[in-house]
């Protein structure tokens, strides 16, 4: 049943993910567009904390956890989100439904291979500035696409307690930002495209460590460092105006960006199948990431920083009377500097997310939903702020792969 949930999952997110516009805000102009979560609902709901080596659901922020799954793992999810963007003197709204990942783990003795496909970031806004005054330029600026990752990583269980491992990830993705204005009392409007074509490769690797502190009590961690890379982009600007078939095409021009590289170190303390609480900090450094199209004087990068406290509850999970008893429960609380500064100001992320996993009864397979709320940017410096809410639901199916049969 599970291979052919994969099989249709596949065939539809495959469209999915090229077509979906992943943000709605304004800041996703600049970089290579609003940097995506990577990993599942499960550790989304808990602010990004994953530090436990679970056996029936994936970790694809660290490749060491896939030596820890005990069945073959499907798990796929999407996001419906609002957003309100206001300044200091005017406010709108905007909605978007994305794609958040598909990711399979396979489970293999000592061994876990992992492989999936997650969006690493998204661009999409539309900003419109009206001035009906005599030979007043107005102007629309709209951009959308983004970069996707491929990745597949390999784990390995060292001891019971100790993990390692790996992932290679391959990153492309096309960005198209367009730029019109017109001159009120000119008939016709200058419109300019620009059009980046990026890919590139870059490696993850991670190691998990647990152990018991008391009977029931257990310690664990998790550290995973991705090296920085090069992301190559190739971009082409076409020049046109309304109502004139000649448009200019000037040449593709070649820009190295650079992803830094980024450290994620997380610990928790808890009861197995019963409880955590955990904390995750993230250090990533400054990368370059201005394009030829979005260069700007008044905007810098920055390293980036995020801390993270997260947790689960379940009242009882083997229990028979109550369904609700085998739910589990999630919270976090999360702050992110998110590396990026307009107008010298620093563009922050303050949420909050709270979530839950329904069991599918007779299966270890469940049923996930979420809800993430918070702010991002400022008003102060002629900037905006959007206060977003996202609400989110995903699957996780497991089965038993490459078992051999004792009976025909």
């Known amino acids: 049943m599970i291979k052919k949930i994969i099989i249709s999952a596949c065939l539809l997110i495959s469209f999915v993910s090229f077509a979906q516009q992943g943000t709605s805000s304004p800041y996703s102009f600049y970089g290579i567009g609003d940097t995506r979560f990577k990993g599942t609902l499960e550790n989304r709901t808990m602010a990004g904390v994953a530090v436990e080596q679970d056996s029936i659901h994936l970790n694809i922020e660290n490749p060491a956890s896939y030596a820890s799954l005990g069945q073959t793992t499907f798990s796929v999810g999407g996001t419906f989100g609002t957003n309100t963007i206001k300044s200091s003197t ?114 993850n690797i991670g190691t998990m460590y647990q152990t018991k502190i008391t009977k029931k009590l257990n310690i664990y961690t998790s550290l995973n460092y991705t090296f920085g890379s090069t992301l190559n982009s190739v971009s082409t600007r076409v020049t046109e105006v309304d109502g004139d078939p000649d448009a200019v ?85 999360k702050y992110e500097k998110l590396g990026l500064i307009v107008n010298n100001e620093s563009i922050n992320d303050v949420g909050m997310s709270l979530g839950a996993g329904f069991p599918i009864t007779g299966t270890f397979s469940n049923v996930n939903v979420g809800i993430e709320f918070g702010k991002r940017g400022t008003t102060s410096a002629g900037l905006v702020q959007e206060n977003y809410m996202n609400f989110s639901v995903s699957f996780s199916f497991n089965d038993r792969w490459f078992v051999k049969s004792k009976f025909n």
Request: proline share 4%; glycine share 12%; aromatic share 14%.
């Open 249 to 333: 095409t000037e040449d593709p021009v070649d820009t190295e960006l650079k992803l830094p590289n980024k450290l994620t170190f997380g610990a928790g303390i808890g009861q197995a199948r019963k409880w955590l609480v955990g904390t995750t900090l993230a250090f990533q450094g400054t990368g370059q990431l201005a394009n030829d199209y979005n260069s700007s004087p008044n905007v810098r990068y920055e390293k980036y920083t995020k801390y993270a406290v997260g947790g689960y509850y379940i009242p009882n999970y083997s229990s028979f009377a109550s369904y609700f008893s085998r739910i589990t429960y999630r919270a976090g609380l």
């Open 90 to 203: 005017e406010s709108s709204k905007a909605q978007r439904s994305t794609f958040d990942y598909l990711a399979l783990g396979i489970p293999m003795g000592k061994f876990g291979a992992g492989f999936g496909l997650v969006p690493l970031s998204s661009v999409g806004y539309k900003i419109t500035d009206i001035n009906t005054g005599e030979n007043e330029i107005s102007s629309q600026l709209e951009g959308k696409g983004g970069v996707n990752k491929v990745f597949f990583g390999l784990g390995y269980k060292i001891t019971p307690k100790w993990n390692i491992g790996a992932d290679l990830q391959y990153n492309f993705g096309k960005i198209t930002t367009t730029t019109i204005e017109a001159v009120s009392g000119v008939q016709n409007a200058t419109r300019e495209t620009n059009t980046s074509e990026l890919s590139g490769v870059n490696f």
